[in-house]
């Protein structure tokens, strides 16, 4: 089954705003000891970037081109992560990615949710 699954990816014109989610099956957090939950993006010709990581107590950091526009959260019951993406532009046009990292780095990867951005 897909551990990891991305949403509310979409098409939305420049200065607007999307949330996306990843959901992980059940006690998928706790059973596979996931420390850091972050989103990453990759771009057609581009490499694959960090967008923003949350730990798993709450703390937040973000790559500083989407600092101040987006803020990542989780809700570690839930087994629900979100990407709230404000303010956005065309060089936010990606497939998403929701990654998730065990105390011994071991990394756990969604589909992807593509997200489209038109001036």
């Known amino acids: 089954q897909v551990q990891l699954v991305e949403s509310g990816g979409g098409l939305v014109q420049a200065g607007g705003s999307l949330e996306l989610s990843c959901a992980a099956s059940?006690?998928?957090?706790?059973?596979?000891?996931?420390?850091?939950i972050g989103w990453y993006r990759q771009a057609p010709g581009k490499q694959r970037e960090w967008v923003a990581d949350?730990?798993?107590?709450?703390?937040?950091t973000y790559a500083e081109s989407v600092k101040g526009r987006f803020i990542i959260s989780r809700d570690n019951a839930k087994n629900l992560v979100y990407l709230q993406m404000n303010s956005l532009n065309v060089e936010d046009t990606a497939v998403y990615y929701c990654n998730a990292r065990t105390w011994a780095s071991t990394n756990y990867w969604g589909q992807g949710t593509q997200v489209t951005v038109s001036s």
């Open positions: 949350v730990d798993g107590s709450g703390t937040t």
């Open positions: 059940g006690s998928f957090f706790s059973i596979n000891r996931i420390n850091v």
